[in-house]
């Protein structure tokens, strides 16, 4: 997600492991490599108990993700 040791990275990695425990979240895929959702290797039921998105979500509600960073996120993940 960025360097390691940031605020940043700090605040997104316990964005992540509080939807584990509190939303029984599933880590799927990490970081922004797959994040998008599509048809093949990466449906909507795997999305929404992807605990990784849950931390991007709440980075991008809080005007942390650059337009690069979003960007790479919504590329669609090879099928």
Not at 21 to 27: I, Q, W
Not at 48 to 72: E, P, R, S
Request: glycine share 6%; aromatic share 10%.
């Amino acid at each position: 997600m960025g360097k390691a040791g940031t605020r940043f990275e700090w605040a997104a990695t316990i964005v992540h492991e509080l939807s584990h425990r509190e939303m029984s979240t599933k880590d799927h895929f990490y970081s922004d490599k797959v994040l998008k959702p599509n048809s093949g290797t990466f449906p909507s039921n795997k999305a929404l108990t992807n605990a990784d998105n849950y931390a991007f979500f709440a980075a991008d509600c809080n005007g942390q993700l650059t337009a690069g960073k979003i960007l790479t996120v919504l590329k669609a993940p090879a099928a």
